[in-house]
């Protein structure tokens, strides 16, 4: 979706090492959401952000929504092999349709 | 595990026939959402149920069709498939619409048109 940019779009980082994937969008977000997809496989629900400002954790995992709305971000502490797999951001736009947009997600890689 | 189940897992058509495809809500969800995935992309919405009624369509030909059931389970239908048609499908089901609800996503049906 180009409503939607996702960056990097691919990610290799040794384990233990922290990283941040980003998604920023031109337009107001009214509902971030956060998921996470093995190859061929559904999207696992992380984390849903609504809030300027607002910050979520999950285990080692910690999402961001800026005060604008329009930017957010998802930072891994010291990542596992477990952690491998497709990141993707979804948003609500309030375009009527009732439905999410997609970033074309970022893949990432961990190297024990 | 979400609670949203899928079928077929997999499925192998030939271009022009007619698709099926099917899903189950999590329990206590109202809504159902297909989208369609492409291999590398993020998923495309293609429309939304909300206690049987479509609530949402996006940028999807009318050959695309879908119904959702008294227990909120709920049908895909694809007509006249193309080769483009290839794809992931995914269902999603929340209570309620996105953007307040949290979506939930079942394993998805992989396609493949020949």
């Known amino acids: 979706s180009q409503e939607l940019e996702q960056s990097p779009q691919s990610l290799i980082v040794q384990e233990g090492k922290n990283l941040t994937i980003n998604c920023t969008s031109s337009?107001?977000?009214?509902?971030l959401y956060w998921y996470k997809q093995k190859y061929g496989e559904g999207l696992i629900f992380l984390m849903m952000?609504?809030?300027?400002?607002e910050e979520k954790s999950h285990e080692k995992i910690t999402a961001k929504l800026d005060e604008k709305k329009q930017q957010s971000s998802l930072h891994i502490t010291a990542s596992q092999p477990s952690h491998a797999g497709i990141y993707l951001c979804?948003?609500?736009?309030?375009?009527?349709?009732?439905?999410?947009?997609f970033g074309t997600g970022t893949r990432l890689t961990v190297i024990p | 595990e979400t609670g949203v189940t899928q079928s077929p897992t997999h499925l192998i058509k030939t271009r022009g026939q007619q698709v099926t495809l099917r899903c189950s809500s999590q329990?206590?969800?109202?809504?159902v959402s297909w989208y369609q995935q492409a291999l590398g992309q993020g998923p495309q919405f293609i429309f939304q149920?909300?206690?049987?009624?479509?609530?949402g369509r996006g940028n999807f030909p009318p050959r695309f069709s879908g119904l959702q059931f008294p227990n909120y389970s709920s049908e895909l239908n694809v007509n006249a498939l193309e080769l483009d048609d290839s794809a992931l499908y995914l269902c999603?089901?929340?209570?309620?619409?996105?953007?307040?609800?949290?979506?939930?996503f079942g394993p998805g049906t992989r396609l493949t048109v020949t």
């Open positions: 329990s206590g969800h109202n809504t």
């Open positions: 999603a089901s929340s209570l309620k619409w996105s953007g307040q609800y949290e979506q939930y």
């Open positions: 952000l609504q809030k300027g400002g």
């Open positions: 979804g948003a609500d736009m309030k375009t009527g349709a009732n439905n999410l947009f």
């Open positions: 337009k107001t977000l009214y509902g």
């Open positions: 149920y909300y206690r049987e009624e479509e609530n």
